[in-house]
């Protein structure tokens, strides 16, 4: 059965010293210290280790061979966004990162498919680079929940999202940047409980926002099978109807219509929450998804799915036919 991985990272084996080219700021850079193996540094700070997976295809090709998975949808590592960069150094970043995407699903196009990085801090420049990764053929876009901790529902992110519908590019919404994180440093706690609460946030921010309303045919998909939103849906929904002065200021709609609108992964690590994700959501919008090669994803490749009672239907919609229809990719472009 064809398997697309709808959430992966890759990074292009080197990176410039934007710290020394733009002179200011802590931007990433790799140091390949052992065979490998590179740190990637902010500054002059350690931030993670990782390994060649997370440049190298043709690694990250025979590992997917063991988890029958062909496709990788990849898009850069969030830490690379540079929102908080002056606006024009952050589109030179992009562009980077988008070309070295644009090149690797150019030479392995049965293998890879791409989202671009995006200047969210500008939204003129940011569509100006949402065009231009249209025409290199990258099939939508990677954003933060958060852009420098505004809420994706503020007026001035709009014109791209309108962009995004009109040019028929998909969106990932990736946590990041986690509120609170300073105050719960200890335990992994931004991972654990910053990234869920972010992811929520995103969502709700679009729909209260009126996002959807505006733009019915935008398509995204939130990671992490959307955070904590879904497990917190019934709270959402009586937030709304309780105190519809707070919530409703700027769309009347009942958030729970949205449910199945938009798609979520399935990176939730359990059988039980993916049954009632599917029962919220249905399987059409549901993308098989790992997080990839990083160790908090699902790096057996959503294998804990294949093993879940579930009709060949249900599978078959989780690991392609939801892929297809977020990105707009006919099937037939994988025989
Ligand atoms: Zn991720």
């Not at 569509?127 to 958060?146: C, D, P, T, V």
């Not at 505004?150 to 509120?179: D, S, T, Y």
């Not at 998909?221 to 955070?227: E, I, L, P, R, V």
């Amino acid at each position: 059965m064809l398997k697309i991985d709808s959430h992966t990272h890759i990074l292009p084996r080197k990176l410039p010293n934007w710290s020394e080219k733009f002179g200011y700021g802590d931007f990433i850079y790799l140091q390949h210290h052992k065979k490998g193996y590179a740190k990637m540094m902010r500054g002059n700070q350690f931030f993670r280790e990782i390994k060649e997976n997370a440049w190298n295809p043709e690694v990250r090709i025979k590992e997917y061979e063991k988890f029958n998975t062909q496709v990788q949808v990849v898009c850069t590592i969030p830490v690379m966004f540079s929102y908080w960069a002056k606006s024009f150094d952050c589109l030179q970043i992009s562009k980077f990162l988008n070309d070295h995407i644009a090149d690797l699903i150019e030479k392995y196009p049965k293998n890879y498919l791409g989202l671009a990085t995006i200047p969210m801090q500008d939204s003129e420049l940011a569509i100006q680079e949402l065009e231009r990764a249209k025409s290199l053929g990258l099939h939508g876009i990677q954003i933060g929940s958060n852009i420098n901790e505004l809420n994706l529902n503020e007026e001035r992110f709009f014109p791209v999202f309108q962009a995004c519908e009109k040019l028929g590019m998909a969106i990932l919404v990736h946590p990041w940047n986690m509120m609170g994180q300073n105050h719960m440093q200890r335990y992994w706690l931004p991972w654990l409980v910053g990234m869920p609460a972010e992811t929520s946030r995103a969502i709700c921010s679009m729909i209260f926002g009126g996002v959807f309303e505006r733009l019915p045919k935008l398509r995204v998909n939130f990671a992490h099978a959307g955070g904590s939103f879904l497990a917190t849906i019934g709270r959402i929904k009586q937030g709304f109807d309780c105190r519809p002065d707070l919530v409703a200021i700027d769309n009347p709609v009942d958030p729970k219509k949205y449910l199945g609108k938009f798609w979520v992964d399935s990176i939730t690590h359990d059988a039980l929450m993916l049954e009632y994700v599917l029962k919220l959501q249905g399987s059409k919008r549901i993308t098989l998804g790992s997080d990839y090669p990083f160790p908090l994803g699902d790096l057996q490749i959503g294998k804990f799915i294949e093993e879940m009672d579930l009709d060949d239907g249900v599978k078959e919609d989780i690991f392609h036919n939801a892929s297809l229809e977020w990105l707009n990719i006919p099937k037939e472009r994988f025989n």
